[in-house]
């Protein structure tokens, strides 16, 4: 009988799959980061103090404008990593199959997003209720006025809603500009980069970059920041869930402009 043979070759070790690599250099989305939260807390400071009616079409191409800049410094940040902005936007085809799931996908998460942020602003408010030891009604039962800051914060908001056609049609075009910008930046970008800096935690990239993003509307004050953070975690999750942008661009782009027809609605009927 031969011996049994003896394989000379030692056992293969698992390869533990390599944490992903960052997509542009560090002080790039730290430049990026400081720009986002210093315009923010300019707006912000802006919008405490009562100004005269703006122009809005004009107010609509300079906050394009510097949506496009963050744009432009991000594709800049890629180039110095060799990493391809479509690499952020994820695998998707241009077939009317595809951009009709999308469609879908973008509206049915639109509408089950709004149901959750409405139990969170619930939530907020009964939370802001039991700090401020406030009431919910007064002692005539009916309801307390709104809080004065929040007052201010939704006439700034309504100040931008659309009035006449060349502005709805004005406000399309830049819902379109900022619905792309900004899923690249938070969703694409930033989520991808913060990913990479935990060595591949997905978790702490969708808070990290959804937090960036609820900082990034200051001028709407704690809840506004707070709801839009926590719709920012949504918005991640779909990207993940997806793998891709694109339904989180159509989704974006769709909740921006019916809330600015919904805000000229509400401003029309009423005094704000």
Known sequence: MEPDKIDPTPPSLPVEPAAPLAVAPAWHTIVLVAAILALSIHGASRSSVEHAPLNR??????????ELAMLGWIVFGLRLRKTSIRSLLGSFSF??????????????????SMILLCMCALAWSSVETVITHQLPANAAGQPLSPDPSQQRVLRGIAQLAPSNGEEIAAWALFC???????????????????TAWARGNVLAGVLLS???????????????????????????????????????????????????????????????
């Open 176 to 194: 379109l500009v900022v619905g792309f910008a900004e899923e690249i930046a938070f969703r694409g970008y930033l989520q991808r980069q913060f």
């Open 210 to 272: 959804a937090s960036i993003f609820g900082c990034a509307h200051a001028n709407q004050g704690a809840r506004g920041m707070f709801l839009l953070g926590v719709f920012g975690v949504f918005f991640s999750l779909l990207a993940l869930e997806r793998r891709a942008l694109r339904p989180g661009i159509f989704a974006h782009c769709g909740h921006d402009f019916i809330l600015g027809l919904a805000l000229a609605s509400l401003k029309s009927h009423s005094n704000i």
């Open 57 to 66: 079409l004009a107010a609509y191409g300079l906050t394009a404008a510097l």
């Open 95 to 112: 077939s009317f199959r595809s951009i009709a799931a999308d469609l879908v996908c973008a509206l049915l998460f639109w509408a089950g």
